[in-house]
């Protein structure tokens, strides 16, 4: 990686990032719009940042610095989680963290990070909305059963609950039928070679698709 003239590991949290650099060390910044540019004033234009594929919380600091030319590579957490456990790193912080995601974008060629188009950040919002509304219908599923053990359930309780439950599932079927038609739009080929795989439906597919793309 001696193309770039300083190599950073970031390892993001909710509210900060700590960032380790080849040759400056550790520092933090808040994971907001002010920090990313707090971070972005001490890169030089042929720096390396590496961060891992964190769900929602490498985004945002990915396509900040990749808008403002800076080089981003977004790793997958098992490939530097096994680089760590073959350096056998036992002391396990946000500070080592970086180091090592540092380390590992030192030893080894990561893939530069490419911006989301509109379609992806639109997958990536539906995957969070579909998040929360998969864990509310489970909420309201044990809440179901429990008035069921009960064995006198009130009928207002019960009767709301499944209405709340008829709502959810209207809710998560029109997300998926939304996630099926952004993956046919933008991605039908690879969506034509995952079903014809035995066992893959095509619902399954086009998750599989929709976080490969956007996550990884």
Do not use: W
Not at 13 to 23: L, N, Q, R
Not at 75 to 83: D, E, G, I, Q
Not at 165 to 173: A, G, Y
Request: with cysteine; hydrophobic share 35%.
């Amino acid at each position: 990686m001696d193309k770039y003239k300083e190599t950073f590991g970031v390892d993001i949290s909710k509210d900060v990032f700590d960032v380790y650099g080849s040759e400056c060390g550790h520092s933090q910044f808040k994971n907001d719009e002010q920090g990313f540019k707090l971070f972005a004033k001490t890169l030089a234009s042929d720096s390396l940042v590496v961060m891992e594929a964190t769900g929602y919380y490498h985004y945002r600091l990915a396509q900040f610095l990749y808008k403002n030319g800076i080089a981003v590579s977004v790793v997958n957490p098992l490939s530097v989680k096994r680089f760590i456990q073959m350096k056998l790193s036992k002391v396990k912080t946000d500070k080592s963290d970086a180091k090592a995601i540092c380390n590992y974008g030192l030893s080894n060629e990561v893939p530069l990070y490419n911006a989301l188009t509109d379609v992806q950040v639109e997958c990536l919002q539906l995957f969070r909305l579909l998040d929360s509304y998969l864990k509310k219908r489970t909420a309201t599923k044990n809440k179901l059963h429990g008035e069921e053990v009960l064995g006198i359930p009130s009928k207002y309780v019960y009767g709301s609950l499944k209405r709340d439950l008829k709502h959810l599932n209207k809710e998560v079927k029109g997300i998926e039928d939304r996630l099926l038609e952004l993956v046919k739009q933008d991605q039908q080929p690879q969506l034509t070679l995952l079903t014809s795989i035995p066992g893959i439906g095509i619902k399954k597919a086009s998750f599989l698709v929709v976080i490969t793309d956007v996550f990884y």
